[in-house]
Each structure stands twice: as C-alpha cells, then as structure tokens.
C-alpha cells in the first residue's frame, strides 16, 4: 500500500508546490520583458510613484507634439515670409530700371509687380494641413482673394481697379476713363483766365482730394504773391509797385498731394528776348501785365504737367491705401450699422454725378456692399501673435500666429497692386515721368520706409515664438530621460537577479520533487 506524502516534508504540501511554479512563470516573465509586474498593483508600495511618473510623462510628450506642431508651421511661415522678401527685392530692382519699353501698356516692372502679387498671395495662403496660417484666428478658409477677384472685383462687387479709377478722377478733377490723359484735368484747383489779372489759383473745396496750396517762396520784381489758407486755400500774384521782373528771378509755389508728399514748381523769369523758354520759365513782358501773363502761362503748363505725373501716381498710392487699409476710424466704423475694420473707402459722385467733383467718402457700410474684401480673415483680434498661441510647457505658452493685413504685409500687397494696376502708352509724353513718379513711390512703400513694421520684424517675432519653443523642448528631454530612469528604477527588474532567483527556486523545487518521489516509494515492509 501506499504511503500519504503530503506534510511529510515540513512546510512543503500541494499548495507550495503550487506556488513554487506560479513563482517560476513570473520569474520567466520577468526575464522575458524586464518589467517587475504587469500591473500597477504588483509594485507594491511603489506603484503611486510609478503612476506619478507616467502621468509626468504622458504631459512631456503632450507638450512635445504641440512644439513639433507649432515649429512645423513657424517654419512653414518663416519660408512664406523669406519668399516675399525676395520677391520683394525683385520687384523693386526691376521698378526703378530705366528702362521705358512697354509690353501691352505696362513695364518689365510693372510685370514684375503682377507676377511677385501672383506669388505673394500663394505664400500669404500658406496651410498646414488644411490650417491656414495667415488669417489670424480665422484658419478654415484662405485669407487672401486671389489676384483677378482683387484687382477687378467679384459679381457685383468692385475690385481694386475701379476704386483707383474713381480716386484718381476726383484727385484729378477729371470725369475722364483716362483722368491721367486728360489735358484739362485741373488737379481741382481753378487757375485764372489768360487776360485776367492778378493771377489767381484755388482749391476748389474743402475735401480731401487734389493739389493743395501749402506754400510760395521767392520773389519776382513787380509782383506779389499772397496765401489765403483756407480751406480752400487760394493764391494770388498781382502786379505791385512800378518795376518789373529781372531774368534770374523766380517764384516757388509749394502743393501738398493726397498720399502726403510734396512738389514744387518753380517760375522762373528768363530775358525777353531769349531764343528758348525751358519748363517753368516765362519771359520778361514790356510790362507788369505783359510779365504777369507770361508767368501765368508757365504756371498753367508746369500744373498741367504735374497733375498728370506727380498727382496722378499720387493718387494712384492712395487709392492703394484707401483700398487695402481701408476704413480703421472707429467712431466711422461705428455706423449704423456696424462695420469691420478695412472695409475700402469708396468715394460718393459730386454735384455734377461724377467724381471729378466729389467731395466726401461713402458710408463704411455701403462701400461693403458694393466692393470686395482682399482680405477675407480674422479682422478684429488686436494682437495678430495671439491669434495663435501653444502651450509648450506648464507656465510657458508661445504666441506665433499671423494675419495677411498686418502693416507690413498689407503695404507688399498694396503696393505691388498699385504697380500693376496701372498702364501706359507710347504717344503720351508724361507717360515716362508718370512711370517714374510711380514707380518710386512703389518702391519706397515696399521698402517700409516710414513703416512701424516690416517682414523683417514679423520673422524676429515668430523666431522668438521657435526660440521659446526649443528651449522647452531640450527641457522636456533633459526631464524625460531623468523620469525614464526613475521609472525604470521602478519597474524595471535585474536580468541577473532575476535569473539567479530562477535558479534557486528550480533547485529548490527539484529538491522538493526528488524528496517526495523518494517518499512514495515506501512501503510498510520497507519502512519496518
């Protein structure tokens, strides 16, 4: 018969033996994966600070992911904006060229402005991932038109074009298709007749539009020139005393434009009997009266010729600042009804139904009704960075978004619409001066003279923004690997240990089994 081993070796019965294999598969376990257990509750005392820890490292890589995401886009920007500089410095290299020769009515510049404003509007449309990043908080949809809905418009409503039509039809004083062309365009000032004396130049309102009278210098004999400011401001050159002019002498009259710059022109006296009168000169008369008409002359071409070049490519600069910038006057924009901000000043017909003698600026809200946006984003955020914020570590957020209306980027694309907008023609003789008087305010305005912004400062801030972002991110891998290591502190077990407690427990549970098997073998013959 045979003999009942279990409890027959002290403190080993089934149950042990049982436990002794359990044991040796978590060993197995362990040795197979490193880790101490599979469940939090198998740490023991250390699974709240092994909690801790992943809960430390789950926010690392959260922040992580939000600094490779925001360093994506900000590198997408910068490239954006890199681009628009170069196309920038282009543009404004082919500009001020010398070079005349027109190709359908416009210069190599002006071709360049329209294919820089081509390119420039795809860069300010840039996205990551279908996220536009130059519409401030307004990311859905691109935030700029493309170039033929901004210069000719969409439906019914009015591009670019003609706003800069009519704003130079009533700074031109001109009801003209081609107010720049126009010879009787007066630049709204009234200049007296022929036979009339004194000589007499007025505004004719008191509007924003046109030459205005700012200033006259300078003295010819027999004459005397008087300001009236105003407004309207007006001048007058009457006969004085009993001399008369002397060659050499000359009188310079000084007129404000709309875009804020200023010109001059200058009258000078020349002999009576000299063979050639040049631009701005006027001969001696036998008399004052003779004198005065002579100069009145030469003031009405010289005004002839600066309202078709310097007052024309003014106007054109500031149909480009009324379009793009547009209405920013907030008790204007107030209404009834309200309105965004950069909704384009459009101009109301004059008394005679045009604009050659407009004097006032329509309502914001009209104007809306009846002229695109060129820009179709956020317009209200006050801070354009805010509008696109990331937080890259506990009490660090970084603030890189953008808006295309931002100064800088306005005034790109303001100004290489202007340049493009435009044309010449071969048989018009102020066609080359017009072009240049243009072409250096385009120039100047893409530079940022004057400007509180530029592309340049843009970029500083949002690699300011990538900065902030590339320290938090050697932080956070600098406090992982410190976290990685606790952790595995933690969780992680020795091979080695665990591989010599394998060993003593197979031994001991060979021991155990060979005691047994020895014990069941016996028999009460045997044993007596």
Do not use: C
């Not at 019965?13 to 060993?27: C, S």
């Not at 820089?116 to 700029?144: C, E, H, K, W």
């Not at 309102?205 to 700012?214: Q, R, S």
């Not at 003279?449 to 690699?463: D, M, P, R, Y």
């Amino acid at each position: 018969m045979a003999i009942r081993t279990s409890g027959i070796v002290p403190g080993f019965g089934g149950a042990d033996f049982l436990q002794m294999k359990n044991q040796l598969v978590d060993l197995q376990r362990q040795l197979g994966t490193g880790q101490k257990s599979v469940t939090y509750g198998g740490l023991g005392s250390d699974r709240s600070l092994a909690l801790s820890v992943q809960g430390s490292r789950a926010q690392i890589a959260s922040y992580q992911q939000n600094i490779s995401m925001v360093q994506t886009r900000i590198s997408i920007m910068n490239t954006a904006l890199t681009g628009m500089q170069k196309s920038v410095a282009s543009t404004k290299t082919a500009l001020l060229s010398v070079d005349f020769t027109l190709a359908s009515g416009q210069t190599v510049g002006q071709l360049t402005a329209s294919n820089g404003l081509d390119a420039i509007i795809g860069m300010l449309n840039s996205d990551d991932g279908g996220r536009y990043l130059f519409g401030g908080r307004q990311t859905g949809t691109p935030p700029v038109l493309e170039r033929d809905d901004i210069m000719a418009g969409q439906g019914t409503k009015d591009g670019f074009k003609k706003a800069l039509l009519e704003r130079m039809q009533a700074d031109l004083g001109s009801s003209s298709s081609s107010p720049e062309r126009d010879a009787g365009a007066t630049g709204r000032l009234t200049l007296s007749g022929a036979a009339v004396s004194p000589i007499t130049l007025a505004e004719d309102g008191t509007h924003p539009f046109g030459l205005k009278i700012d200033n006259v210098s300078g003295a010819v004999g027999g004459t005397a020139a008087t300001i009236t400011a105003g407004p309207p401001a007006s001048l007058s050159i009457a006969a004085s005393g009993t001399g008369n002019a002397q060659a050499g002498e000359n009188m310079t009259i000084g007129f404000k434009l709309p875009d804020g710059s200023t010109e001059r022109i200058t009258l000078t006296a020349v002999a009576a009997d000299a063979t050639t009168v040049s631009a701005g000169q006027f001969r001696v008369g036998a008399s004052q009266t003779e004198t005065l008409a002579n100069m009145r002359s030469a003031l009405g071409d010289r005004l002839s010729n600066l309202v078709s070049t310097s007052l024309a490519a003014a106007s054109a600069t500031e149909a480009g600042e009324d379009f793009f910038k547009g209405e920013t006057n907030p008790a204007v924009l107030a209404g009834p009804p309200p309105v965004d901000p950069g909704v384009a000043k459009r101009l109301v017909p004059g008394a005679s139904g045009t604009m050659a003698d407009a004097v006032a600026f329509d309502t914001p809200a009209n104007a809306d009704n009846r002229t695109v946006r060129w820009y179709q984003g956020d317009r209200v955020s006050t801070n354009a960075r805010a509008t696109a914020a990331a937080q890259v570590d506990s009490a660090v957020s970084v603030s890189y978004g953008a808006r295309a209306d931002e100064e800088a980027l306005r005034a790109t694309v303001q100004n290489l619409a202007v340049a493009s907008a435009v044309t010449f023609q071969n048989s018009d003789t102020q066609a080359k001066d017009r072009y240049q008087a243009l072409a250096s305010r385009v120039s100047s305005g893409l530079s940022g003279v004057g400007a509180a912004q530029t592309i340049t400062s843009i970029q500083v801030e949002i690699a300011s923004a990538n900065s902030s972002a590339d320290s938090a991110k050697a932080r956070h891998k600098d406090s992982d690997a410190m976290l990685t290591d606790m952790l595995s502190s933690v969780t992680d077990v020795s091979k080695e240990t665990v591989a010599a407690q394998m060993l003593a427990l197979q031994t001991m549970m060979q021991a155990s089994y060979q005691t047994s098997s020895m014990l069941s073998k016996l028999t009460l013959v045997n044993y007596m």
